[in-house]
């Protein structure tokens, strides 16, 4: 792969990683805290909610920044600084003011995601034609395999030395920072002479006012789906007796799945088609979803969970790249709008289903996050754009 031997890429790759290692840990977190504090399944989900709607809602307004001022050395790399100085400093506080030092933390992340993204599409373009599918999916393949490594490195430290054994993650960011920095102020360079970064999407077609709605959907539904799994997996597991090791190994799992998912679901995007993927994927989700729901504890989780991370997560760069053609504001801003709108909707879901989970148990809950990715496979079907006259 061409793209992965490129500096900038690499650059914005690898800080993915990191910025999602650290975002990885607060299910874990949370899940620490919760039995500490004797939360219930719905301040669980609310807590996980605020942080990742913090995460969110300002993505656009980093896009809209970068699109228009090109800053991308300073909105990227100052994002990846600051989750992890905040992410590190909530581990030395009483655990009621971590919580808010860590909900502050994910802003770096809201600074991190969309620019980057859109330097990967980018870098992407330069390299292959027609395949900024499969090129946008490698990005996202790098912040997923952070999101897998992460709850793993985090359960075994949690239970090694401790919350403040955390740290270490927080640490290993600032030279990966550091380096972002340096790659990015080459493609500011580039913004300036090429006057930013607006109109450079290739338009796919004038979607219909439904086709559009029904994009959105989409999107809400497979994130939502992906953060039931991330945030009521470990609690699911714990509340059944397992360890923070095991319940951080199966959650690493379910995103290892993911991120394998996303580079096989971008690839074939690319060769049968964006909205056929996406059917067929989320049809295969709801299996072991389904299965989840109706067991208990069982090695079986050890496959049936990276085997739904696989379908759900295959989807993800392929509902991006389609937003980044609709949306014709500019890629910095179409990105920030995708991600931000995908990751609110998730949490909001997710709020709903700490509830659904308090009242009705965790059974129920996996059951209706199957029924979620039935409904989202049947979307694509009904996603039109509009005939020209």
């Known amino acids: ?151 793993i490195i985090g359960g075994f430290l949690l239970a090694w030395k401790g919350q403040i054994s955390l740290s270490i993650l927080g640490l290993i960011a600032l030279p990966i920072g550091i380096n972002l920095a340096w790659q990015l102020g080459k493609a500011d360079f ?12 290739p338009a796919l077609g004038n979607f219909t006012r439904g086709g559009f709605i029904l994009l959105a959907l989409l999107a809400s539904f ?19 007796g397992q360890s923070s090791a095991v319940y951080g190994v199966i959650v690493g799992l379910f995103m290892g799945g993911s991120a394998l998912g996303n580079v096989v679901g971008g690839t074939l995007a690319d060769r049968l088609g964006k909205q056929k993927v996406i059917s067929i994927m989320l049809t295969l989700a709801s299996i072991p979803i389904y299965i989840i729901a109706k067991g208990g504890w069982s090695n079986w989780l050890y496959v049936l969970v990276p085997v739904a991370g696989f379908f759900t997560g295959s989807v993800h760069s392929i509902i991006v790249v389609l937003a980044q053609h609709v949306i014709r504001s ?15 909707a998730g949490a909001l879901g997710t709020l709903a289903s700490g509830a659904i989970a308090d009242s009705h148990g965790f059974s129920v809950m996996f059951q209706l996050t199957a029924g979620l990715v039935i409904l989202a496979a049947v979307l694509p079907f009904f996603i039109r754009e509009e005939k020209s006259t």
């Open 1 to 151: 792969m061409p793209i992965l031997l490129d500096p900038l890429f690499n650059s914005v790759a690898i800080g993915h990683f990191i910025v999602d290692l650290i975002n990885s840990q607060r299910s874990i977190l949370l899940t620490f805290w919760s039995v500490e504090l004797n939360w219930s399944e719905t301040q669980l989900a609310l807590f996980s909610t605020l942080y990742i709607v913090a995460a969110s809602i300002s993505q656009p307004a980093f896009g809209w920044l970068s699109d228009r001022l090109g800053k991308t050395r300073w909105i990227a790399a100052g994002g990846l600084i600051w989750i992890s100085v905040l992410f590190s400093l909530s581990l030395t506080l009483p655990t009621k003011f971590a919580i808010f030092c860590l909900i502050l933390a994910s802003f770096g992340s809201a600074a991190f995601h969309p620019v980057a993204a859109m330097q990967a599409t980018l870098q992407g373009r330069l390299h292959y034609a027609n395949r900024e599918t499969t090129a946008t999916s490698w990005f996202f393949v790098f912040g997923q395999l952070g999101l897998m490594i992460g709850p």
């Open 190 to 201: 580039i913004f300036k002479k090429t006057n930013g970064n607006k109109d450079t999407t």
């Open 222 to 240: 497979q994130a939502w789906t992906q953060q039931n799994m991330v945030t009521f997996i470990p609690k699911f597991l714990s509340d059944m």
């Open 330 to 344: 500019g890629l910095g801003m179409a990105t920030g709008l995708t991600l931000g709108f995908m990751y609110s």
